[in-house]
């Protein structure tokens, strides 16, 4: 295994050392061995999705990793004891084994598996380990849910429909090789990032006997119970079997109010729909409470503004006195789950930029269990989850500077949790990552906001000593960095740069007003955040300011432009899959009314002028730093046509550039993990071709 890792890390570096033809680019051969690589994204493993079982004793999760010989993500189930002893893999092999859910009586397991080429569910019963598949669904399976009684699971999957015709196809004669007939489309979400473009079809619920037989569709109708994007309806059944809960936008204008989902209940007998919640806006994530008399959900008023925070609401089990449970929190709430006894709801949130799982009674009343769950491989965190026993014993996914992709168990009200699931320990033991610390500065902006970040300085930092520069920047524009481990950042200061990444305004989990700064405003006054921020760690000592450079992804692209449009104090910058004429952007990309009612007031016909004044396409005459432009050609978030404008404006402008076009990636680049390898090693070789020595 190591030698096939060795010789795709030379490969790798060969590529780099071939695409810029400099002595300096053989930087990426020279690794030291002790410090964490780019092929180490092969060797690193995430466990996410931690399952307790119903008596509170094991724990079954699924572990992440990838394929160094065929170039694939990989994901199998592994199972642990509460106390962290006897940690092993209960399925093994190429075949994506995910979404773990026990029975109630703790038996069996049901889970999503490609084993047979296809994602279909699957039972593994716990006593003997056999396994059995119980769909051949068409369309992958999603958003499994055992009935109470343990005797079936209710799923949603997609419903293939005809779509538009306009005549009968052409007769092709006996024999002859035509080209493939042209495709229509009439919805206006026709592609999306990660999926392509859509086949005709809605989401449906259904529902298959846990011993199997065909499944039994619940559902009916051209209306899609989820989303054809890939968003299930969140099943939750009812505690005496006879119905399901769950969220959905089933509103005739979904296209165009595709946040407006509500929360219905649907009777298992035979498929009728009643409608619970009534408001413009999202309802989602219902939970039912034990004794089946209240729902909890998440939500806000849609006032149509860049960033919202989500509540917690209660209602009766009828839909009927729904109020805002008043945590006194101005953050997101997401992921609710039911106390055993009743007594109240567990939920994750963001709070400057740390993932907390927390405790609110109902009569507002909250307090926090535990912090730092999260389980990604970028300081922008997401994927957190956790679960919860009978008696109060808890796992979730956690995630620090230093550690990467763990689980941890705990009791609530019982001190700290413990970390029982390390995969990545022996690794980080072998190469130690660079240190983390926060940072608190003032804006140069006029309001002088507090903006929080977080450095990270090579393993064998020195402080009398000159180190390279990176501002990274985070996408969204609406999310936030943390102290969570980031392998891309480590990867730069493991090459001997600080790092310094950063919340500025527009991050979420400092409020909804800080988060608000940048409606109608973007990219704005987040330069003078950014730009501070350099200021301030260069205060430090240990920069050395010939060579700062900046690179960022998505949102943290646009910025990146931003800045050196707005500075020439950078040696040379990497924008990753950015938006550059957001006109064009509004009407290419796969989330169109988000840009013309959500991030503009109007459409680009209506306010050109706005579209035009924020568009880093129209600043770029002021551009002299040498730009790299990265993108997927699958990339539908940010489409490759946008990076195209930014590069071939820059060689209009005859300003030192590249363009690197990723086959087969959507949005993100690391669809692959040579890919991801590829990006990392491509900055820092354009940053070290443009370094001053």
């Given amino acids: 295994m190591r030698n096939h890792l060795d010789n795709l890390a030379q490969k790798l570096s060969l590529a780099a050392l071939v695409l810029f033809l400099l002595p300096g680019a053989a930087f990426a051969q020279q690794q030291r061995s002790d410090r964490l690589t780019p092929y180490d994204i092969f060797r ?11 008596d509170g004793r094991r724990i079954v999760y699924v572990r992440q990793s990838a394929n160094v010989m065929d170039d694939t993500r990989e994901s199998n189930l592994w199972i642990v004891n509460f106390d962290g002893s006897d940690d092993r893999a209960l399925t093994s092999g190429h075949d994506n084994d995910t979404s773990p859910r026990w029975s109630p ?32 669904m068409e369309t992958g399976p999603a958003d499994i849910s055992w009935s109470p009684d343990g005797k079936q699971i209710g799923f949603n999957a997609r419903v293939h429909t005809a779509g538009p015709r306009l005549t009968d196809p052409p007769h092709v004669p006996t024999g002859a090789k035509w080209a493939d007939p042209p495709r229509m489309f009439d ?19 259904f529902l298959v006997a846990a011993d199997g037989g065909a499944p039994r ?5 051209d209306v899609s119970y989820g989303s054809a994007t890939g968003g299930g309806p969140s099943l939750v059944w009812s505690t005496d079997g006879k119905s399901l809960i769950f969220s959905a936008n089933l509103h005739p204008d979904v296209d165009f109010n595709p946040s407006d989902t509500e929360v219905y209940e649907m009777s298992v ?14 309802d989602n994530g219902p939970a039912l409470s034990p004794d089946g008399k209240l729902i909890a959900y998440t939500g806000y008023d849609d006032k149509f503004q860049g960033h919202q925070t989500t509540h917690m609401y209660l209602m009766n089990r009828d839909g009927s006195d729904s109020h805002m449970l008043s945590l006194k929190l101005d953050r997101d709430v997401n992921s609710l789950r039911w106390a055993g006894d009743g007594s109240g709801i567990y939920f994750l949130y963001d709070d400057q930029g740390d993932t907390k799982l927390a405790f609110a009674t109902l009569d507002g009343g909250m307090h926090n269990i535990t912090q730092h769950v999260g389980n990604t491989a970028n300081a922008g965190g997401g994927g957190a989850s956790f679960s919860f026993g009978p008696r109060g014993e808890y796992a979730s996914t956690t995630s620090l500077p230093d550690n990467p992709g763990g689980i941890t168990a705990g009791v609530a009200g019982r001190g700290d949790p413990r970390l029982i699931v390390e995969p990545n320990h022996e690794l980080i033991a072998q190469k130690p990552l660079g240190k983390v610390e926060e940072i608190w500065w003032d804006s140069s902006a006029k309001d002088k906001r507090k903006i929080e970040g977080w450095i990270i300085k090579p393993p064998d930092f020195n402080p009398s000593k000159k180190y390279p520069f990176i501002l990274e920047i985070h996408g969204g524009p609406y999310g936030n960095y943390g102290d969570r481990f980031d392998v891309e950042k480590q990867l730069y200061a493991a090459m001997g740069y600080v790092v310094l990444y950063s919340n500025p305004r527009g991050s979420t989990s400092y409020g909804e007003e800080f988060s608000n700064l940048i409606h109608h405003a973007y990219p704005g006054d987040d330069f003078y955040d950014l730009n501070s921020g350099v200021d301030a760690v260069i205060a430090k000592g240990y920069v050395d300011t010939d060579n700062l450079f900046v690179t960022g992804g998505s949102g943290g692209g646009v910025l990146t432009c931003w800045m050196v449009d707005n500075t020439q104090r950078f040696r040379a910058a990497a924008s990753n899959y950015p938006v550059i004429n957001w006109t064009s952007w509004t009407l290419t990309a796969d989330i169109p009314i988000i840009g013309s009612r959500y ?3 109007s459409a680009p016909w209506v306010v050109p ?15 002299t730093t040498p730009t790299m432009i990265m993108v997927g050609e699958e990339d539908f978030r940010t489409p490759a046509s946008e990076s195209e404008q930014y590069y071939e404006a820059l060689k209009l402008l005859k300003v030192d550039t590249l363009l690197v076009r990723f086959p087969g990636e959507p949005h993100g680049l690391s669809r692959k993990p040579s890919h991801q390898m590829t990006k990392v090693m491509y900055v820092a070789a354009w940053f070290e071709k443009h370094k001053k020595k």
């Fill in 609 to 623: 002028d706005q579209y035009d004044q924020r568009s880093v396409l129209m600043h770029i005459k002021n551009v």
């Fill in 269 to 282: 007998a035979d498929g009728g729909v009643r409608q619970l919640t009534q408001r413009m806006g999202p």
């Fill in 599 to 601: 991030w503009f007031p």
């Fill in 105 to 136: 009586d703790g038996t069996r397991i049901a889970y999503l598996s490609g084993a047979d080429g296809h994602t279909q569910i699957y039972v593994r019963w716990m006593d003997t380990g056999q396994t059995a598949r119980l769909t051949n």
């Fill in 217 to 221: 569709q619940v559902s009916r109708g």
């Fill in 187 to 205: 919805s206006l979400v026709y592609r999306f990032n990660g999926m392509g473009y859509l086949p005709p079809g809605t989401t449906q619920i």
């Fill in 44 to 54: 690193l493993q995430y466990s996410v999705d931690p399952q307790i079982s119903p």
